[in-house]
């Protein structure tokens, strides 16, 4: 994950097919997300752990892990790693709709 948030590209073919290959589509997903998903979303991408996500966001460990949980069930992904590559596609994206919020 740190590699991706320094800018190398390790994309895995599955995990790019689920991401969506059309952008309108990625970005629809996004409004599946409440703010506070999308914004651990993007800590995800950075290559946050839930601890350091939990200390940028001052929330608990423990609510960290439920929002990560949310987040891959309602984008259907099934890792950490997956939620990394997506936020990576999408991070403009995620940092417009911070600025929105």
Do not use: C, P, W
Request: charged content about 35%; overall charge positive; aromatic content about 2%.
């Amino acid at each position: 994950m740190r590699r991706v948030a320094s800018g190398e590209t390790v994309f895995d073919r599955e995990a790019v097919a689920l991401s969506g290959h059309r952008g309108r589509r990625r970005v629809d997903r996004l409004a599946l997300l409440t703010y506070r998903e999308r914004a651990v979303l993007g800590l995800i991408g950075e290559g946050l752990s839930n601890r350091e996500i939990g200390e940028r966001l001052e929330l608990a460990g423990k609510t960290v892990k439920n929002y990560v949980t949310d987040l891959l069930a309602k984008l259907g992904l099934d890792n950490r790693t997956q939620a990394a590559i997506l936020a990576t596609q999408l991070r403009d994206d995620l940092r417009d709709g911070e600025s929105a919020a």
